[in-house]
């Protein structure tokens, strides 16, 4: 098989973290990163050194391309090190231990839907599991071969030459897309024509069209448009059995939607290669607010008055008095929230007020002058990116770089998400705030902080997004770090599953969310899914171990029907 080097077109990613190779944290950034862990008792010199290439045992390839994909694969250290893991806590610590052990034997870069056809007709006769790769962006254990033993090898699918708009229908204010574009590489095709996918995951610099359908991405929008669900018309799917594609239109009530099978499927069922997307116009009306409550169960009922008076606004993210001052927002004593409108066709002053008198109504107070400022023409995107907006947006975006360096330093540093209806949120949030404070003070062995922050919201409930910190282990010994945050994942999984709500709102499945899933689906769902990816891979090679297991050749479900 031929090694080389040069086969990947888009700039160098850091395969041990988050971002791109020649990124990295400010003085300032790394500063309060050093803070932090030092509050908590853990490191505040240097840290474990960041990884090298060559300080990481792979083994060695234990098959062969055929002659006729050769030019298509690769397997260079670099390229198998950046499919091996995902980005979630876990995998990064388990680069800075040097411990990859279960690195793809081969990396594919198809460029045509042929060479994806191709390439899974080659694993499914030679018996090697693929898993498909958009941008690796996965904080759920999503893109890792670890397969188990009955495979004779794994491959990992870079979907990345396959990255361009291919057609744009104005009319219909839509576009045909292959899955392998990235977030701004999209965007920039459609910019010429005034369009935008407007779908802003907090990855989406370094995440695909692909990832964000079959993860059930969650987007810029807090209401309303809240998932890439809502953007996708249809789907073009290749499957070990052929091409699935479905008929592009508005809605249908023709059956079960086979969109719907393929969005959320993690890749199990097959490898999305375009999909038609409905577009919006760029929008040329900005509005926002910062809106500052004196407890956080006003602002809870601030925020579901605003879900339900169906004003739609873009942004509607709350902050707990503990998620603000970890932001920079606050100083922990109020709830924030950060409250935006955007539209390309009228201006917003009408839905700004509305949306001011409902948060008024249950307390809520914000600076009039500032709202008035974003509203006016003009200077609306600007203003839309000042106060505590701005500073909330910065520090979303930025947060991803942050672990690598907190991982060096023996932090732990993690999120988790669910949703729940209204009726039973105060409980969910106090009991997962309780509960997961004493998980990590039985495992941790001292308090920590648990915040939180909605992230979408709907007319029947919000989604809330919980962080914690915690000290991993103060004497570099970050093998405790990962055990510690696997007994924390277990009991977060459990916890809020346990109080009603779901495993994951938009972060996905994958391997580490997975006993929660199982939880709260339904057996006899799991089975018939796992039928259905033995009808599309009858092999069963497609990203085994995520959502179900295969169905067994000879024997039956594996796991598909077991709680």
């Not at 188990?148 to 794994?154: F, K, P, V």
């Not at 009530?253 to 199990?268: H, M, V």
């Not at 929230?337 to 109504?361: C, I, N």
């Amino acid at each position: 098989m031929r090694e080389f080097a040069t086969l990947s077109r888009r700039r160098r990613l850091r395969f041990f973290g988050w971002g791109y190779a020649d990124e990295g944290l400010s003085p300032d950034e790394a500063a309060r990163v050093r803070g932090a862990a030092k509050r908590f008792g853990g490191s505040a010199g240097a840290g474990i050194p960041e990884p090298r290439e060559e300080e990481i045992a792979l083994r060695e390839p234990r098959i062969a391309a055929p002659a006729s994909l050769s030019a298509l694969v690769s397997t260079t250290r670099y390229d198998r090190l950046v499919h091996s893991l995902g980005k979630s806590f876990a995998d990064i610590v388990r680069m800075f231990l040097r411990d990859v052990r279960h690195p793809p034997d081969i990396v594919a870069f198809p460029k045509t839907e042929g060479d994806v056809a191709d390439i899974l007709d080659w694993a499914s006769r030679a018996n090697i599991a693929v898993i498909p790769f958009g941008g690796g962006s996965s904080v759920a254990g999503g893109v890792e071969p670890d397969v188990g033993d009955s495979y004779a090898a794994t491959l990992s699918m870079d979907m990345q030459y396959l990255h361009r708009v291919l057609e744009i229908d104005r009319t219909s204010r839509a576009a045909r897309i292959q899955a392998g574009a990235l977030g701004p590489e999209l965007e920039e095709e459609l910019k010429p024509h005034g369009l935008t996918l407007r779908h802003f995951p907090q990855s989406l610099q370094l995440s695909t069209l692909g990832g964000w359908i079959a993860t059930r991405s969650g987007g810029h929008y807090a209401s309303l448009y809240t998932h890439i669900d809502d953007f996708v018309e249809s789907t073009r799917t290749v499957t070990p059995a052929g091409v699935l594609e479905t008929r592009r239109l508005p809605g249908s009530g023709a059956g079960p939607s086979p969109d719907r099978l393929i969005i959320g499927s993690e890749g199990i069922l097959g490898v999305i290669v375009e999909a038609w997307m409905r577009l919006q116009d760029r929008p040329t009306f900005q509005a926002s607010a910062s809106v500052t409550f004196s407890n956080m169960r006003d602002a809870v009922s601030a925020v579901r008055a605003l879900s339900q008076s169906a004003l739609f606004p873009s942004n509607c993210r709350l902050l707990d008095p503990a998620e603000a001052r970890n932001n920079g927002v606050g100083d922990g004593s109020n709830a924030i929230l950060v409250l935006g409108f955007e539209s390309a066709d009228h201006p917003l002053d009408a839905w700004m007020r509305r949306s001011l008198e409902l948060v008024g109504d249950h307390g809520g107070t914000f600076d009039a002058d500032a709202v008035a400022r974003s509203l006016a023409p003009r200077s609306g995107v600007s203003e839309h990116r000042q106060g505590a907006a701005g500073q909330w947006r910065n520090a979303f975006i930025r947060m991803p770089y942050y672990r690598d360096l907190s991982v060096a330093l023996g932090m732990i540093s993690d999120t988790f998400e669910t949703s729940i209806t209204w009726d039973r949120f105060e409980q969910m949030y106090e009991g997962v705030r309780e509960k997961t404070s004493q998980a990590i003070r039985e495992i941790c062995g001292h308090d920590a902080m648990v915040s939180c922050r909605f992230t979408h919201i709907y007319p029947d409930g919000p989604a809330p997004y919980f962080s914690y910190s915690a000290l991993g282990t103060k004497d570099g010994k970050l093998a405790d770090s990962l055990a510690k945050w696997r007994e924390i994942k277990v009991a977060t999984n459990e916890i809020v599953v346990g109080l009603g709500g779901t495993v994951t709102h938009h972060h996905a499945v994958g391997r580490d969310h997975r006993s929660g899933y199982e939880r709260q689906s339904s057996p006899l769902f799991r089975g018939a899914l796992a039928h259905a990816k033995q009808s599309l891979d009858r092999a069963g090679i497609l990203n085994p171990g995520v959502l179900i297991d295969p169905l067994d050749r000879s024997v039956g479900i594996r796991g598909a029907l077991t709680d």
